[in-house]
Every structure is written in C-alpha cells, then in structure tokens.
C-alpha cells in the first residue's frame, strides 16, 4: 500500500513539475536567434483554423501575438534552421515530438 502511495505521490510532483515547466521556440542560431515564450493559453482553434489554410503567419499570431511574429519576418534562416524550428513548436504545441507522432 504504501509503494502506491509513494508512486502516486512521485506521478503527482512530475506532473506539477511538467505545468510549471516554461515552453519555448527558438528561431534562428547566434546573436540573431529570437526565442519566444508560449503562453499557457493561446486561441488553438483559431490556430487550426490558420493552418488548414495555409496561413503560417496567421497561426504563429494566434499563439504568439503579432508583435512577436513581426520579429521574426526579419530572420534570415536556412532551410534546417527553419525547420527545427517548426519542429520545436509542433512538440511544445502538441506535446509530442516528430518522430513519436
């Protein structure tokens, strides 16, 4: 009994940890990099919305505002970089990596 107790208690700190851990995006390498916090909340229909239709910038809006996303217009990335990078918000955004999806 007690084995449980002690593995709910372990489950239940990790689980806390995950909710207080800060998720972030960085786009670009160097003293260029930008890197943007992702809020706890953000308007993830609106997001899907934008991303079905094509619209990129659209959707990194609805997470990040329009401030934000006007920073990174000016990055001059490489193909990789920019892939990481979409790679990074689609793991903080869906809680899942690239290669477990």
Do not use: Q
Not at 32 to 59: E, H, S
Request: glycine residues 8%; proline residues 1%.
């Amino acid at each position: 009994m007690a084995d449980n107790e002690s593995a709910a208690e372990a489950l239940a700190a990790e689980a806390e940890t995950d909710d207080t851990k800060r998720k972030t995006v960085t786009f670009g390498t160097g003293d260029d990099a930008i890197t943007l916090d992702i809020p706890r909340r953000w308007k993830r229909f609106k997001f899907m919305r934008r991303i079905n239709g094509g619209d990129m910038i659209g959707a990194l809006e609805c997470v990040f505002g329009a401030d934000m996303v006007e920073l990174l217009d000016e990055l001059d990335l490489t193909e990789d970089e920019f892939t990481e990078s979409l790679e990074e918000i689609a793991s903080a955004l869906g809680g899942v990596t690239v290669g477990n999806s």
